[in-house]
């Protein structure tokens, strides 16, 4: 399977009925296609509006209404458009339940950094440090490593996005969670072993006496 | 508020000016103004706008125009020539977190000194600010934002001015147009007085202090 949709579809897993959620750009985007249509989540786009549907067919985009990166979108029955106010006020306020981000580095305290390389890119933090101090679940989709290096590290070289740490991380290998402050591996993804995992990542793991294996 | 053409609110905007634009990448941005901005080539602008748009779109025809020389914006990501002059310090960029721009704007239009937010505490975002402490949690102190002109993109304006907006075009618009000495509007659609129904105004016509008259 895809890495990217091995990712995608362990997330969708940590969705739930009557949820507001803030899906990022890049893999994060993906976690729609994969929740179940029984699953009623509120998807927010933080340009102003709950309620984001899939991507237009053919010639019905409206130029008015588009994602965080400007591409058109759809909105379903019963959404809810707003201002960029009320939209922060609902991502700092903690009534986000669950936001999914992309990441650069995930640090053994939880510590995320993902919107700056010194000196090569930087972009902006755009909604990135509000999702992250203020939504009540923070999940970051990412694989594991990029150019062989792991992106789950000892600790963040990188700015960090938040000093709040993040719950979940999810790669194509593994699930990390920081209950208790401490990087623990949950699951490994479907023929990855432990071993294997440990490999490739940086940051010192608590490996439980049980690993289960992710559910896609 | 006043009908103008757009040739007669652009010269208002003298070069050097602060102006915040509405819109979030291009969307909800009122275009017919960036356009008139460009051919009166307005230089050394401060602009305060939540991202850079993409080339030839948006705010992304100022950094076109090279018309920018500091810019306040939450992501420029998507603007290559933005992140160009960046980079070779042609334009001083302030990268703020979107809640706190969007609320520093709040602030400057709600004569408020500034507020205080969780957001990037501990971070690079803190850098010379101060933290205070609410009840045991730590916060920023984030200053209000003003500028001389707000441009603002409405869905409809009646002939007082009084405003709506539509779908994801509304954005940061509303916010804006009550943070700026002149608020100069761009509509969608000009409709008589009644048509929006008081329940539906967004942006009272008080703050509208010029309508751009269809051309």
């Not at chain 2, 302030?94 to 721009?101: E, K, M, N, S």
């Not at chain 2, 957001?119 to 009840?135: F, N, P, Q, S, Y």
């Amino acid at each position: 399977m895809d890495p990217q949709i091995i990712i995608a579809r362990r997330v969708a897993r940590e969705l739930h009925s009557g949820d507001l959620v803030n899906l990022g750009i890049g893999i994060p985007t993906l976690v729609a296609n994969y929740v179940p249509a029984d699953l009623k989540v509120f998807f927010q786009s933080e340009n102003g509006l709950i309620g984001t549907g899939p991507i237009p067919e053919q010639g019905m985009a409206h130029p008015l209404l588009t994602d965080a990166g400007g591409r058109p979108i759809s909105a379903l029955p019963g959404a809810a458009t707003f201002d960029s106010a009320m939209s922060f006020g609902l991502i700092r306020g903690g009534h986000v339940d669950v936001t999914v981000l992309g990441g650069l580095q995930v640090d053994a305290d939880g510590h995320l950094a993902n919107w700056m390389i010194p000196g090569k890119m930087v972009p902006g933090m755009g909604g990135a440090m509000d999702l992250v101090s203020g939504a009540r679940r923070v999940i970051v989709a990412m694989q594991h490593a990029a150019k062989g290096k792991s992106k789950i590290v000892a600790k963040c070289s990188l700015p960090l996005t938040s000093t709040r740490p993040v719950d979940l991380v999810v790669t194509d290998l593994a699930v990390i969670g920081f209950a208790g402050g401490k990087a623990t591996l949950m699951e490994t993804a479907p023929g990855v072993s432990v071993a294997e995992v440990m490999a490739v990542t940086e940051a010192d793991l608590t490996i439980p006496g049980t690993v289960p294996e992710m559910k896609l | 508020m006043n009908p103008v053409s757009v040739e007669e609110a652009v010269a208002m905007i003298p070069s050097g000016a602060s102006i915040m634009v509405g819109g979030f990448m291009g969307v909800g941005t009122p275009e017919r103004l960036l356009d008139e901005v460009v051919r009166q080539q307005k230089t050394g602008l401060t602009l305060i706008s939540n991202d850079a748009a993409t080339p030839g779109k948006g705010v992304g025809k100022l950094f076109d125009a090279a018309l920018v020389s500091r810019l306040t914006a939450t992501h420029i990501g998507l603007n290559p020539k933005a992140q160009q002059q960046m980079l070779a310090n042609q334009i001083t960029v302030d990268l703020i977190p979107q809640g706190t721009f969007v609320e520093r704007i709040r602030a400057g239009g709600c004569g408020l000194g500034g507020v205080l937010t969780p957001t990037g505490v501990g971070t690079l975002v803190a850098d010379g600010k101060r933290l205070i402490e609410v009840d045991g949690k730590s916060f920023l102190l984030e200053t209000a934002l003003r500028a001389q002109f707000a441009l603002v993109h409405a869905f409809l304006a009646d002939y007082l001015g009084n405003l709506t907006y539509a779908l994801t075009a509304r954005n940061f618009n509303p916010v804006m147009a009550m943070a700026a000495e002149t608020v100069i509007v761009t509509a969608e659609h000009i409709v008589p007085v009644g048509v929006i129904a008081p329940d539906h105004v967004v942006t009272p016509a008080p703050l509208v202090d010029y309508l751009i008259a269809n051309g």
